[in-house]
């Protein structure tokens, strides 16, 4: 479903520290995997800590049109009962996956080597992004697509009734087009194989695994070369969803920006394909330890303890660490301006087809804010003030990016005059209780008359 209720501005102000604990929810990207493998496994799959974001839930009303039975426990665990490879059916109607690209890709390589035909749409944000990386790598296993131009949505997929594996390499660093590839290869005869230049996020494989299929990653000249032995009898399972790095990003950030602050963060998944922001506030001086230390269900995991950091300067991020960090760019970008010196960020240019064009909405609204951004088409650097040197004092288009809404909220909480998005409504896509959430840690939120 698509965020189309009345805009919903929302400011925040600077001053106050933020202190205590924060719980963050699910992790979207392993929440979106468990509710399609759980509808592509015979039996039950029972899923505790799924993230209940509009994005996930999104999916999961498709696996339902799709034929799986998709139902929520009084108690918040979440049950799927599958269909099997090669199971689903033909929806009745247009599938609409709101704002959430993860979703609509990953659902489009689910179905490409079924039989039939799916209607796909989404909110303005999504309709504007590229489908066409991803219908690509589809039509090798026989499915035929027909969408706006540019491949764009509504598009209609036509799934491959009799589909042939696939031998993939992936021209950018996506884990959305892999993972694509390797849903759709379930269904196909025979090996499939994706080949990665560069490590993307890897939580398809780990599950795909999980749920008995045999999939083997190696090293190879080009990168990782990823192989899915076709059609496995999946099985049902138990699945605690980690919490989200990502969403962790922001009480993490946050605190390390308002002075006073010491929040802590417990349970973060620190999987290193997803930890690269992590690693790069320590590199830039941030006062933050990984507390506890542990494996959790295969992942490493720890409690993030993050302190109000003075000290904070510019670094250049390596290009080759983006991948692990691509939705973090945005929440980093404000670090780097209360940090002082420059921060390059280089390599990037996936960055501009996010939900929004991510540079440039972060570059905007930076500005705006009264700090200095330069940009090219796949890079750039953000001028830091040093603690306390961010004006601030602006109302930023939030362009139906969440990520984009919560780091110029974030901002404010630490600038000298208010900082407001014009509507915080797509935060309820990845991280429904970000305004409680930092409420309780003591940041200052309000809604303007208007
Ligand atoms: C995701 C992959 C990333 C990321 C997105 C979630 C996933 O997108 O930006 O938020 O769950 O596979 P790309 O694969 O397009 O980089």
């Not at 995997?33 to 039950?44: D, N, P, Q, T």
């Not at 969408?147 to 594996?165: E, H, K, N, Y």
């Not at 830039?284 to 330890?289: F, H, I, R, Y």
């Not at 003030?385 to 984009?404: Q, S, T, Y």
């Amino acid at each position: 479903m698509s965020h189309s209720g009345a805009p919903d501005p929302l400011f925040t102000h600077g001053g106050a520290a933020l202190r205590g604990t924060a719980e963050v929810p699910g992790d979207k990207s392993i929440s979106h995997r468990a509710l399609i493998l759980g509808a592509m496994a015979v039996g039950e799959t029972r899923i505790s800590g799924l993230l209940e974001g509009q994005d996930v839930l999104d999916t999961g009303r498709a696996m339902a049109a799709l034929g799986a039975i998709v139902s929520r426990g009084e108690d918040g665990t979440w049950s799927v009962h599958g269909v099997g490879v090669g199971g689903f059916s033909e929806p009745e109607d247009i599938v609409d996956c709101g704002n959430s690209g993860t979703g609509v890709r990953l659902l489009m390589g689910a179905v490409a080597t079924h039989g039939f035909a799916t209607t796909f749409t989404g909110d303005a944000s999504l309709r504007g992004r590229p489908m066409g990386r991803v219908t690509q790598p589809l039509s090798l296993f026989g499915a035929q697509s027909h969408g706006r131009s540019g491949g764009r949505l509504p598009l209609t997929l036509i799934g491959a009734a009799d589909p042939v594996p696939v031998h993939y390499a992936t021209p950018v660093a996506s884990a959305q087009i892999k993972s694509a590839v390797l849903l759709a290869g379930l269904n196909a005869p025979g090996e499939t194989v994706v080949v990665e230049r560069e490590a993307t996020r890897d939580h398809s494989e780990r599950m795909l695994a999980g749920f008995g299929a045999t999939i083997e990653t190696r090293p190879g000249p080009e990168g990782r070369i990823i192989t899915l032995q076709g059609r496995p009898e999946l099985r049902p399972q138990t699945i605690a969803v980690p919490r989200d790095p990502s969403s962790a990003a922001f009480p993490v950030c946050a605190a390390l920006i308002c002075e006073g602050s010491d929040v802590l963060v417990p349970n973060i998944g620190l999987n290193p394909t997803r930890a690269g922001l992590f690693e790069t506030l320590r590199e830039m001086g941030a006062d933050l330890t990984y507390e506890n230390p542990r494996d959790e269900g295969g992942e490493p995991a720890a409690d993030l303890r993050a302190r109000f950091s003075p000290e904070m300067r510019g670094i250049t991020v390596p290009s080759e660490r983006a991948a692990s960090m691509i939705d973090e760019y945005p929440i980093l970008s404000v670090v780097a301006a209360f940090a002082e010196g420059v921060t390059d960020m280089p390599g990037v240019a996936e960055l501009r087809v996010k939900e929004s064009d991510r540079i440039d909405a972060m570059a905007s609204g930076l500005r705006a804010c009264g700090i200095e951004v330069d940009e090219g088409p796949d890079w750039w650097r953000v001028h830091g003030r040093g603690p306390g040197g961010v004006e601030g004092g602006a109302r930023v288009a939030a362009r139906l990016d969440h990520r984009i809404a919560m780091s110029f909220l974030c901002l404010g909480m630490a600038a000298r005059k208010p900082v407001g998005v014009d509507d915080a409504g797509p935060v309820a896509t990845s991280f429904p209780v970000f305004e409680p959430l930092m409420t309780a840690l003591g940041a200052h939120f309000e809604r303007p008359v208007e």
